[in-house]
């Protein structure tokens, strides 16, 4: 039973460019979150979609992130253009109505 | 708004000896309530859950929870620690009408031999 997979699982890439981070949530589930963890701000959800249609980005910190669900099967996080300040670990969860979200490992991304 | 406070960042004991972890949550709503536990370079995995059932809460690895409405509080117990315990924990509250969880700050376990 394949859980949540996100890719890269590590990113370092310089300020000012594109970034973008995948996830592919469980098969079945029709929720899917985006979290941030930093060492400063803890875990925040970022945005989440339901049956691929976003429902609350109220966590998004500003107009350079954007989040896609074209599907059912994957979601994409874009960071343009990246600075150092948006180094962190992000996060993809699922979940099926009313159930425990599930988490991926993460990409741990650098910005330099 | 939700919201969740966990007292201590870090907590240290002894193999064998009780470990509690206090949560105490705030919501204007019934709260759905959950521990997560994270290891080093993974994703949050869930301990258990609360969902207005049983206000005792069992979870995996020996771990439960005890809702207690009047306290606001959802605090983590496992009556012998083991070495693989060593993790940060994360306490989380969603409202009921609601599918967002606000995190509180973890607390990182220790496990000393």
């Known amino acids: 039973d394949a859980g949540v997979i996100q890719s890269p699982r590590h990113e370092v890439t310089e300020m000012g460019q594109e970034v973008t981070l995948r996830c592919k949530p469980i098969?079945?589930?029709?929720?899917l979150f985006w979290y941030r963890q930093t060492m400063m701000r803890g875990l925040e959800l970022l945005i989440y979609?339901?049956?691929?249609?976003?429902?609350?980005d109220s966590g998004m910190p500003e107009d350079r992130f954007s989040a896609k669900m074209p599907n059912a099967s994957f979601s994409t996080l874009k960071i343009q253009p990246s600075e150092p300040r948006d180094s962190a670990v992000y996060f993809c969860?699922?979940?099926?109505?009313?159930?425990?979200?599930?988490f991926g490992d993460g990409t741990r991304l650098s910005i330099l | 708004a939700q919201s969740v406070t966990q007292l201590g960042s870090h907590v240290s004991v002894s193999e064998g000896a009780l470990v509690l972890l206090r949560c105490n949550y705030s919501?204007?709503?019934?709260?759905?309530l959950f521990w997560y536990v994270q290891y080093p370079n993974q994703g949050l995995q869930l301990l258990l859950k609360?969902?207005?059932?049983?206000?005792l809460v069992k979870g995996i690895n020996g771990f439960e929870a005890e809702f207690k409405k009047s306290e606001t509080s959802f605090h983590l117990t496992k009556p012998s620690a083991h070495m693989s315990d060593a993790a940060e924990y994360f306490c989380?509250?969603?409202?009921?009408?609601?599918?967002?969880?606000?995190f509180g700050a973890g607390t990182t376990v220790t496990v000393r031999a």
């Open positions: 969860a699922s979940s099926a109505a009313r159930q425990p979200q599930h």
């Open positions: 098969s079945g589930h029709d929720y």
């Open positions: 979609f339901n049956n691929n249609v976003p429902i609350d």
């Open positions: 919501s204007s709503v019934p709260p759905y």
């Open positions: 609360y969902t207005s059932a049983a206000t």
């Open positions: 989380a509250v969603s409202e009921s009408n609601d599918y967002k969880l606000s």
